[in-house]
């Protein structure tokens, strides 16, 4: 069959997705700008933050897969520790434009899925920011306004991924014709090197506080069974959604459950 390329395949979830892939037999084509040891598949080694390093991305894997893609998991992602442009760079910017530019190696049935997060189910209040930050043409200029927005500058993460919801049901709307379905994911915290960096943007006591509610702290393998399920030929009819992945925990903070 067909192979299925994932970024952000050297840690974390990645990781966890790659392995669970490989296990179940399909062949996985990993990026990361790390270089990861004891990797199955193949692997190309990128940098998503910059147009280059996708152009490069997208040549390689058209080189590596020349019958197509039977799915892309879009899951490298940096924290808000990161300097803006780079969070908005690899969160947003690399998602659409490495969907977008796969586009002739993706054929019918094949599946894309995003990691947005449940972080930004707190943060509605600026859907209409997103749209264009989202779908700006002109990248440059859309990351200086958001630097010059300090709404945007202090929650650089919380806007991304609500921009990967976004993104993902326009990109859902684009690929509807060519039956490609795109669908997110957004977990709550999950166990991974970024957890730290997590733990420094949005507070130490409101993230340790999900695992004490939760009792612990999702596994990168939580959530990979969710997105090997969503890149599978399995949930046909599931497109243009996100599938939030926490555990409970938005549900329980939105509830009046004391
Ligand atoms: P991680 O840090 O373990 O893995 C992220 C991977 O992305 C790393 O291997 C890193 O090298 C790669 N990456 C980062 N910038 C890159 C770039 N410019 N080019 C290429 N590769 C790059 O983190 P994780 O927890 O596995 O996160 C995976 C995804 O899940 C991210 O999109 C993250 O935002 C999202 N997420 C994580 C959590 C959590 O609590 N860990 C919660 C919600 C969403």
């Known amino acids: 069959s067909l192979p299925i390329a994932l970024t952000g395949c050297a840690s974390g ?3 966890a997705t790659a392995a ?3 296990s179940r037999g399909y062949t996985v084509i990993g990026i990361d700008r790390t270089a990861t040891t004891g990797f199955a598949g193949d692997f190309i ?3 998503l933050s910059t147009p280059a390093g996708i ?5 390689k894997l058209t080189t590596l897969a020349p019958q197509g893609l039977a799915g892309l998991a879009n899951i490298a992602g940096v924290p808000g520790t990161a300097p803006l442009r ?9 998602v659409r434009e490495l969907t977008r530019g796969l586009a002739p ?3 019918e049935r094949a599946s894309v899925v995003n990691l947005a997060s449940s972080v930004a189910f707190g943060w509605r209040s600026v859907a209409e920011a997103c749209r264009d930050f989202a779908l700006a043409e002109d990248q440059d200029q859309a990351l200086e306004q958001a630097a010059a927005d300090t709404a945007i500058a202090e929650n650089s993460y919380l806007f991304s991924k609500q921009c990967v919801r976004l993104l993902t049901e326009q990109l859902a709307a684009e690929f509807v014709g060519a039956r490609v379905r795109v669908n997110s994911v957004s977990p709550g915290p999950v166990q991974t090197p970024i957890l730290d960096d ?6 130490q ?3 340790n506080s999900a695992a004490e509610l939760l009792g612990r702290f999702a596994a990168p393998e939580d959530i990979a069974e969710v997105i090997a399920y969503l890149l599978s030929s399995q949930p046909i009819w599931v497109n243009g959604t996100d599938v939030r992945v926490d555990g409970g925990l938005v549900a329980y903070r939105s509830s009046s459950v004391p």
Do not use: R
């Not at 152009?55 to 040549?59: D, F, G, K, P, R």
């Not at 997590?198 to 507070?203: A, I």
């Open 20 to 22: 669970l892939l490989a």
């Open 198 to 203: 997590f733990k420094k943007d949005h507070g």
């Open 105 to 107: 190696l993706l054929g």
């Open 13 to 15: 979830i990645g990781a």
């Open 55 to 59: 152009s490069a991305v997208i040549e």
């Open 86 to 94: 780079t969070v908005l760079s690899v969160n947003v910017f690399a």
């Open 45 to 47: 080694q990128a940098d």
């Open 205 to 207: 006591d409101k993230v």
